[in-house]
């Protein structure tokens, strides 16, 4: 039991490191609209994206879901909950045995903190540190959409969708190129999202993919892939059911536990692990 956890923890830790490594995505300076199909396409602006993307609320709410990740050779599943908030923030715990919670990661707007609740240690970083030392910058928009299959980073422009797709060329602040492709039924519904960067050298490779329900804004399955020159890290996340939050019952899981936890740095924790 002791080597699963101490496996798992060591997986989700580095997760926060590559998963925020060379993410953060914005528009182009003239970024091109499609062509429309003959028969005509879905405009975004207007029926369809507008309630799915482009005006997301997030309500209040608990999500479960099974998880299976997979870290160069090491493997491992377990379920995670996730407390999603409008502005607040969002926490995430895992699970990996009934009634043992191994791990909480907090992404609030002005820091992240992991705690390791085996060691009762924690670590707090906030976004600008973490820019600095990966050389690129995050920030708590681009996590909270990546975690949740929700581009919100896209909704100051509209588009056209024709023959049931949409791909809009993106730079990073570094001008690594990165598409992010919608693919919609003849109805204009939501079918999945696929964000990538199309840079696949030495530098990293990152692609996320989500599924959604007809008619649905909130994909019932998510998929992020991060290669680095040395790992190569898969997460999917397939959602079982939610249910909706008080204000009070959100605020309690997105308070940080109060004192009895050594403070460390992500490098100083990833070698306890």
């Given at each position: 039991?002791?080597?699963?956890?101490?496996?798992?923890?060591?997986?989700?830790?580095s997760?926060?490191?590559?998963?925020?490594?060379?993410?953060?995505a914005?528009?182009?300076?003239?970024?091109?609209?499609?062509?429309?199909?003959?028969?005509?396409?879905?405009?975004?602006?207007?029926?369809?994206?507008?309630?799915?993307?482009l005006?997301i609320?997030?309500?209040?709410?608990?999500?479960?879901?099974?998880?299976?990740?997979?870290?160069?050779?090491?493997?491992?599943?377990?379920?995670?909950?996730?407390?999603?908030?409008?502005?607040?923030?969002?926490?995430?715990?895992?699970?990996?045995?009934?009634?043992?919670?191994?791990?909480?990661?907090?992404?609030?707007?002005?820091?992240?903190?992991?705690?390791?609740?085996?060691?009762?240690?924690?670590?707090t970083?906030?976004?600008?540190?973490?820019?600095?030392?990966?050389?690129?910058?995050?920030?708590?928009?681009?996590l909270?959409?990546?975690?949740?299959g929700?581009?919100?980073?896209l909704a100051?422009?509209?588009?056209?969708?024709?023959r049931g797709s949409?791909?809009?060329s993106?730079?990073?602040?570094?001008?690594?190129?990165?598409?992010v492709?919608?693919?919609?039924?003849?109805?204009?519904?939501?079918?999945?999202?696929?964000?990538?960067?199309?840079?696949?050298?030495?530098g990293?490779y990152?692609?996320?993919?989500?599924?959604?329900?007809?008619?649905s804004?909130?994909p019932d399955?998510?998929?992020?892939l991060?290669?680095?020159p040395?790992?190569?890290?898969?997460?999917?996340?397939?959602?079982?059911?939610?249910?909706?939050?008080?204000?009070?019952?959100?605020?309690?899981?997105?308070?940080?536990?109060?004192?009895?936890?050594?403070?460390?740095?992500?490098?100083?924790?990833?070698?306890?692990?």
């Amino acid at each position: 039991m002791r080597h699963i956890l101490r496996s798992f923890l060591l997986i989700v830790g580095s997760t926060l490191l590559l998963l925020a490594c060379g993410t953060r995505a914005s528009h182009s300076s003239s970024p091109k609209a499609p062509t429309v199909a003959d028969e005509g396409g879905c405009a975004l602006g207007d029926s369809w994206l507008s309630d799915q993307i482009l005006q997301i609320n997030h309500t209040p709410e608990h999500r479960i879901a099974s998880a299976e990740l997979s870290l160069s050779d090491s493997q491992l599943s377990t379920r995670m909950d996730l407390f999603v908030g409008q502005s607040e923030g969002l926490m995430l715990s895992a699970r990996p045995l009934p009634f043992v919670e191994a791990l909480r990661i907090y992404i609030l707007p002005d820091h992240i903190a992991l705690y390791d609740m085996m060691h009762e240690a924690k670590v707090t970083i906030s976004y600008y540190a973490l820019s600095e030392r990966l050389d690129t910058e995050v920030s708590y928009t681009l996590l909270r959409d990546l975690l949740l299959g929700q581009p919100t980073y896209l909704a100051d422009r509209e588009y056209i969708v024709g023959r049931g797709s949409l791909e809009i060329s993106l730079r990073s602040l570094k001008s690594k190129p990165w598409v992010v492709d919608y693919m919609v039924n003849p109805q204009c519904q939501l079918g999945t999202i696929r964000i990538a960067s199309t840079d696949q050298s030495k530098g990293g490779y990152l692609q996320g993919r989500y599924s959604y329900q007809s008619g649905s804004s909130k994909p019932d399955v998510t998929q992020l892939l991060v290669s680095t020159p040395r790992k190569r890290l898969s997460i999917q996340l397939k959602y079982s059911k939610s249910k909706e939050l008080t204000p009070a019952q959100l605020q309690d899981r997105l308070t940080e536990p109060q004192g009895g936890y050594t403070t460390m740095s992500l490098d100083e924790l990833l070698r306890l692990l």
